[in-house]
């Protein structure tokens, strides 16, 4: 999953610097990536959702300890943060107040549908500061 959002956001946005963070014991909550363009900055934090993924099912982001208020208290300065959850091989995408510990169903089609594509995610548009 790293290697195609590095690979894929660099294909739509040739001019992106994203890179991998590693932490260690240092960083308790940082997220996964750091990205930087032209014209914004943020971070990105992957999470792979394995286990009941049925439709009634409420389904919980498998967050390590302080990443979840990491990601709010960061939008809460305003911050550029965004959540990327894998599902069956197909990426759903979350920003801002849209960033929760668990989410039904439905969330995944209703707030993640601007941010996709026919063959994946809309990177510009994801990255971008604000919602349009």
């Known amino acids: 999953m ?12 040739p ?6 963070i590693e932490t260690g014991s240092t960083g308790i909550g940082v ?18 959702i394995k286990g009941n993924t049925s439709r009634e099912a409420i389904i919980k982001i498998p967050y390590q300890p302080g990443q979840y208020n990491w990601l709010k208290n960061y939008n809460a300065l305003n911050g550029n943060a965004i959540l990327i959850c894998s599902i069956d091989k197909v990426w759903y995408c979350f920003k801002g107040d849209y960033i929760q510990q668990s989410y039904i169903w ?12 026919a063959s994946g995610i ?5 990255l971008q500061n604000s919602f349009i």
Request: hydrophobic share 30%; with cysteine; proline share 4%.
């Open 122 to 126: 809309n990177f510009p548009r994801l």
């Open 15 to 20: 001019s992106i610097l994203i890179q991998r």
């Open 31 to 48: 997220p996964d990536f750091y990205f930087k363009t032209i014209y914004n900055e943020g971070w990105i934090e992957l999470k792979e």
């Open 106 to 117: 439905k969330d995944f089609h209703t707030l993640c549908q601007q941010f996709r594509t």
């Open 2 to 13: 790293r290697r195609l959002l590095k690979y894929h956001s660099k294909k739509q946005i």
